[in-house]
């Protein structure tokens, strides 16, 4: 067979491979099978060395022609393939903007955190400000300066969250402190009486930290609301007038409390507080354990020995304290039966609120 017929069928293969190319790819292949350096095209042009004088220029020509019809075959169809490619995006990424757009659901605050903001607010109303302070705290701070004895279980590496020794250069205690996960947000009441004169009207509000295992009412990380007041002839009824105005304020003006004696090393006297039943009215029912009670918080008046502390004269000013537990606040308004569906972070109930 001679160059010149080789030359004709490889023109003709070509035109028909370029034309059959589906895609840009494909016809990168054809490209390269052709005239790329080991394409067919240039191996025989590779053979014009061996032909005469007289066979050199017809055959040139020839391949010349070839490469020239090839290449602009190549170019063409490029671009058909890009417009049919670039169509194919355009119908499958076309926005239809006769649909409705997507909306991105917003956020909202977490039942706890509604719960600690309508609490200080219902406070503030009344002219209490807030004040927060340090969740490692020293020992000092968490159990000495509130009256705590030595040998309180509530001291033991048993019950509490310690965390290291510390020389005590940061407390007034003349004993070193140790480092704890504050178990209640009272070491910052003790904090303000020490930089503060009274009058002193303030809420702390902020996490604690206690060695119970979780369950329906009990949690080993909650939110703690603490109340101080100091002052001027305070009494236990102005503590029993403010605690009665922040029930009626956050569960209903229909909702009844009731003072129960109970014991806290840094309060005397002190209660256990309690809000009628919601449910049946303080009739009894099995949310109440048929008592028609709930118990809410506890309370007291500030402890003399908790005044010799922070150097304020107790016979000159007295105060009451009270702490509430911001889940179970949540758990008696919402008649919610456990507290850990507050922490599990199921969407389906979370939205409910």
């Known amino acids: 067979?001679?160059?010149?017929?080789?030359?004709?069928?490889?023109?003709?293969?070509?035109?028909?491979?370029?034309?059959?190319?589906?895609?840009?790819?494909?016809?990168?292949?054809?490209?390269?099978?052709?005239?790329?350096?080991?394409?067919?095209?240039?191996?025989?042009?590779?053979?014009?060395?061996?032909?005469?004088?007289?066979?050199?220029?017809?055959?040139?020509?020839?391949?010349?022609?070839?490469?020239?019809?090839?290449?602009?075959?190549?170019?063409?169809r490029r671009e058909q393939l890009k417009a049919a490619e670039l169509g194919k995006k355009i119908s499958a990424e076309r926005l239809d903007i006769t649909l409705p757009g997507r909306s991105h659901p917003l956020g909202s605050r977490h039942l706890i955190n509604a719960i600690a903001a309508e609490i200080v607010?219902?406070?503030?109303?009344?002219?209490?400000?807030?004040?927060?302070?340090?969740?490692?705290?020293?020992?000092?701070?968490?159990?000495?300066?509130?009256?705590?004895?030595?040998?309180?279980?509530?001291?033991?590496?048993?019950d509490t969250f310690y965390v290291r020794d510390l020389s005590g250069d940061e407390c007034t205690s003349p004993e070193p402190s140790e480092v704890l996960m504050r178990t209640q947000t009272s070491p910052v009441q003790v904090r303000t009486m020490e930089k503060q004169d009274p009058p002193i009207y303030i809420l702390s509000p902020g996490k604690v930290y206690r060695r119970d295992v979780a369950d329906p009412s009990h949690l080993p990380q909650f939110t703690q609301v603490e109340g101080l007041v100091v002052d001027e002839g305070i009494t236990f009824a102005d503590l029993k007038g403010t605690l009665d105005h922040f029930v009626r304020q956050m569960f209903g003006p229909d909702r009844k409390t009731r003072f129960r004696p109970h014991f806290f090393p840094f309060t005397e006297p002190s209660a256990e507080v309690d809000v009628s039943c919601g449910i049946c009215g303080g009739k009894g029912c099995r949310f109440c354990k048929n008592t028609g009670w709930l118990e809410i918080l506890g309370c007291g008046m500030v402890d003399p020995n908790v005044y010799g502390f922070v150097g304020i004269d107790a016979e000159?000013?007295?105060?009451?304290?009270?702490?509430?537990?911001?889940?179970?606040?949540?758990?008696?308004?919402?008649?919610i039966p456990d507290l850990r569906m507050l922490i599990e972070g199921d969407m389906r109930f979370l939205r409910q609120f």
């Open 121 to 158: 607010e219902i406070f503030t109303g009344i002219g209490y400000r807030v004040v927060e302070g340090p969740e490692v705290e020293l020992e000092y701070y968490n159990f000495t300066a509130l009256n705590h004895e030595p040998q309180h279980p509530a001291r033991s590496a048993g």
């Open 1 to 76: 067979m001679s160059i010149l017929t080789e030359l004709e069928e490889l023109r003709t293969e070509g035109l028909a491979a370029v034309a059959g190319a589906s895609d840009t790819s494909q016809l990168d292949g054809v490209r390269v099978a052709y005239l790329g350096k080991k394409g067919s095209l240039t191996s025989i042009l590779r053979g014009l060395g061996g032909l005469s004088s007289q066979e050199r220029p017809a055959v040139g020509k020839v391949s010349n022609e070839v490469r020239v019809q090839l290449e602009g075959a190549l170019d063409a």
């Open 316 to 335: 000159k000013y007295s105060g009451f304290a009270f702490g509430m537990g911001v889940e179970r606040i949540a758990a008696l308004k919402y008649n």
